[in-house]
């Protein structure tokens, strides 16, 4: 059974950079789409993007100017960076793995929540 | 892209059927066989239960099933049990700009 966590600080200074690691395990990164997916407070889930194994990218429109998705296939870990953060950007992050040409996540780790404040 | 529009609640009694429903438009769910559904336990990680508008992952009990009439897509779980309860996600592509959206999520209470 593949298991996914994350990792990474809790709080982030607002105009700093979000950086968080994802950990697979039961399972080897090499294929499927490794996402990341957020849930704001009192809201629904935001799909943030996907690194396909060998290094082709997706990102929502909406984070692409601040987002990058990297797999380290030597460690079996995907990272997420969110730069120039600001409030809005407080969650819960999720990893998961994507298939499917990365519209369906089939594993996903428990979520981290993230608060952005100084 | 809006978020797909989903009830805030539903409930049902042990042993009946309930649907929930995630309405979009033709550029999401009307559009495409990609919608999918997610359970999550508060706390837990989110779990998949229909993928491709009707199929159901390894391991995913038959009482849950997935259709779609136009752009509205919905999950049924007939036999309610007490584990049911928790909250659902719908997730539909939309297209190669937007790739997915999510619904708004509805908490599904076994009463």
């Known amino acids: 059974q593949v298991q996914l966590q994350e990792s990474g ?11 968080l690691i994802c950990t697979v395990s039961g399972g080897s990164i090499t294929s499927y789409f490794w996402t990341w997916i957020r849930q704001s407070p009192g809201k629904g889930l935001e799909w943030i993007g996907y690194n396909y194994y060998s290094g082709s990218t997706n990102y929502n429109p909406s984070l ?6 990297s797999v380290d296939t030597s460690k079996n870990q995907f990272s997420l960076k969110l730069s120039s953060v600001t409030a809005a950007d407080t969650a819960v992050y999720y990893c998961a793995r994507g298939f499917s040409s ?7 780790g428990q979520g981290t929540l993230v608060t952005v404040s100084s | 892209q809006s978020a797909l529009t989903q009830p805030r609640s539903v409930s049902g009694s042990p042993g009946q059927s309930v649907t929930v429903s995630c309405t979009g438009t033709s550029s999401d769910v009307g559009g495409y066989n990609y919608v999918s559904w ?5 706390g837990k990680a989110p779990k998949l239960m229909i993928y ?5 992952p390894s391991g995913v009990p038959d009482r849950f099933s997935g259709s779609k009439s136009g752009n ?3 999950l049924t779980i007939s036999g309610l049990q007490a584990e049911d309860e928790a909250d659902y996600y719908c997730c539909s592509y939309a297209g190669t700009y937007t790739w997915v959206i999510f619904g708004g999520g509805t908490k599904l209470t076994v009463l």
């Open chain 2, 38 to 42: 997610y359970q999550h336990h508060p």
């Open chain 1, 102 to 108: 990365g519209l369906t996540v089939d594993f996903w």
């Open chain 1, 9 to 19: 600080p809790g709080l982030v200074k607002p105009s700093e950079t979000l950086s």
């Open chain 2, 72 to 74: 509205t897509a919905s």
């Open chain 2, 52 to 56: 491709d508008v009707t199929k159901r």
């Open chain 1, 64 to 69: 692409k100017s601040r987002v990058t998705i």
